[in-house]
């Protein structure tokens, strides 16, 4: 194997540096989401990115470290994605609404998704499965909170049950999400009209009678 440079300390990281390191990342990602992980090669990666591969290798050490931060950084963004949408949202409901949508809508990172859940990635990304539950515990607390907020302020249903609601919520999103990262679905999904009906059915279902 040739020789590389160490990797860069990243306690004196410059803002420069991180820039060029998250453009890596950003460019990484496509490249695993185009080409699968196996046949990505870290010279693919430079050259898209229009960097050296010695510089590749000094941030991340190899292909694999490489993936999983690439990994890390698509769960952080696309949190970041759905957070922002609830904090503009208006109530509860629009937040949840918020919540389904981005996260079934967000095609930029689905082939991604997809090329991270694939036989030749999984074996090597042995974190993932627990940064996924990570990632999906703490939206299980931030959904029971928006629940008992709407409860408390009227706007959901005071028969709600916070925490089986969340379950049902998330295990609905992880069925829709599945078939979107299937290519011969059972049940096609994709379509706008399809998240449309999905976010209705979700407020209809949560909101308390009356005015709001």
């Known amino acids: 194997m040739p020789s590389v440079a160490p990797r860069a300390d990243l306690s004196i990281r410059t803002p420069r540096a991180e820039a060029r390191r998250l453009q890596v990342l950003e460019v990484a990602g496509q490249c695993f989401a185009k080409d699968g992980f196996a046949k990505t090669r870290i010279e693919d990666v430079a050259a898209v990115a229009g960097v050296s591969r010695a510089l590749v290798y000094n941030y991340f050490g190899s292909k694999q470290t490489l993936a999983r931060e690439v990994q890390s950084h698509m769960l952080e963004e696309w949190t970041a994605a759905v957070d922002e949408a609830i904090d503009e949202a208006h109530g509860c409901l629009d937040a949840l609404a918020a919540w389904l949508r981005v996260s079934l809508s967000d095609s930029k990172r689905r082939p991604l998704l997809a090329a991270v859940l694939a036989e030749d990635a999984t074996r090597v990304l042995v974190g993932w499965d627990d940064a996924a539950r990570q990632a999906m515990s703490e939206w299980r607390t ?13 706007e959901i249903r005071p028969d709600i049950d916070p925490e089986r609601t969340v ?13 979107l990262l299937t290519a011969t679905p059972y049940v096609d999904v994709s379509d706008e009209r399809h998240l ?16 709001h």
């Open 167 to 179: 379950d049902v919520l998330r295990a609905m999103q992880i069925g829709m999400m599945q078939h």
């Open 196 to 211: 449309r009906a999905a976010t209705a059915l979700l407020v209809g279902g949560l909101r308390a009678p009356g005015p």
């Open 142 to 154: 931030k959904l029971v909170a928006l629940i008992e907020w709407g409860i408390a302020s009227g």
